[in-house]
C-alpha cells in the first residue's frame, strides 16, 4: 500500500542554518504531496504541495519539489528561524475519490537562537 | 478558515467506559475524516465518511465506530475506551470545491487519557 517515509527526528539547528527534511514514498499512480506543520499545542497547517511530477510547492522561504524518478518529496529552507520551530510532516493522496492521505510519521525541529 | 470545531478539547476517562468526540464544520464540505497521532506513528486514519450516512474505514478503525446523521457533524465513538487509545484525535475536512489536489484541513484536536 502507500506509504511516506519521513527523516528521523528530532532536529536541532541553529538559526540561519539550511534545513532539509527528507522525504519518500510508496504509491500506486500519481499522487499529490503534501507537507504540513504542526505549531505546538495546535493542529496541523498545510505548508505547501505539489499536485504533479517537478512542481515545486513553496511558502514561508519552504521548498519542496515532487521528484517521480527518486519518489522523494524533501523539504528544505534556506535561513531557519526560531518561529519555525514546530513538528512537520509529510503526506500523500490521489486527487480522485476521497482523497485519504497518508502521512510520515513527523519531524520534530527545534531552532535555537 | 474551514470551520472545523472539535469537542471536547480535553477528556480524562476510565477503561471501560464510552467516550464520543464531536466534529463540527460549518461549510457543508462532503468528506470528513477523523485521525489519531501518536508519537513515531505520525497521524493514522481511524474512518472517514463522504455524505450523510455514507462511512468507511481506515487504517485503525478497531475500537472506534462512527456516525454522520447530517452534514456538519461527524463523531467518533470509543464503545469501551482502553489505554491504547489514550491519543490526540484530530477531525478533518476535504474541500470539495476549488481544491484540485485534495488536500485536507485540521481541526484543533481532542486529548483523550485513558485510566
Known amino acids: 500500500g502507500d506509504s511516506v517515509t519521513q527523516m528521523e527526528g528530532p532536529v536541532t539547528l541553529s538559526e540561519e542554518a539550511f534545513l532539509t527534511i527528507n522525504c519518500t514514498y510508496t504509491?500506486?499512480?500519481?499522487?499529490?504531496l503534501f507537507w504540513y506543520v504542526q505549531y505546538p499545542g495546535e493542529g496541523l497547517q498545510l505548508l505547501l504541495k505539489?499536485?504533479?511530477?517537478?512542481d515545486k510547492g513553496s511558502n514561508k522561504g519552504f521548498e519542496a519539489t515532487y521528484r517521480k524518478e527518486t519518489t522523494s518529496f524533501h523539504l528544505e529552507k534556506g535561513s531557519v528561524q526560531v518561529s519555525d520551530s514546530a513538528v512537520y510532516f509529510c503526506?500523500?493522496?490521489?486527487?480522485?475519490?476521497?482523497?485519504?492521505?497518508?502521512f510520515g510519521q513527523g519531524t520534530r525541529l527545534t531552532i535555537n537562537p | 478558515d474551514a470551520g472545523i470545531t472539535q469537542s471536547p478539547r480535553h477528556k480524562v476517562t476510565e477503561t471501560g467506559t464510552p467516550v464520543t468526540l464531536r466534529c463540527h464544520q460549518t461549510?457543508?464540505?462532503?468528506?470528513m475524516y477523523w485521525y489519531r497521532q501518536d508519537p513515531g506513528h505520525g497521524l493514522r486514519l481511524i474512518h472517514y465518511?463522504?455524505?450523510?450516512?455514507?462511512?468507511d474505514k481506515g487504517e485503525v478503525s478497531d475500537g472506534y465506530s462512527v456516525s454522520r446523521s447530517k452534514t456538519e457533524d461527524f463523531l467518533l465513538t470509543l464503545e469501551s475506551a482502553t489505554s491504547s487509545q489514550t491519543s490526540v484525535y484530530f477531525c478533518?475536512?476535504?474541500?470539495?470545491?476549488?481544491?484540485?489536489?485534495?488536500?485536507?484541513?485540521f481541526g484543533e484536536g481532542s486529548r483523550l487519557t485513558v485510566l
Open positions: 478533518a475536512i476535504r474541500e470539495t470545491s476549488g481544491s484540485v489536489s485534495g488536500e485536507l484541513f
Open positions: 504509491a500506486t499512480g500519481y499522487p499529490s
Open positions: 505539489a499536485t504533479k511530477a517537478d
Open positions: 503526506a500523500l493522496g490521489g486527487i480522485q475519490g476521497a482523497q485519504k492521505l497518508v
Open positions: 461549510e457543508n464540505h462532503r468528506y
Open positions: 465518511s463522504y455524505g450523510v450516512k455514507d462511512t
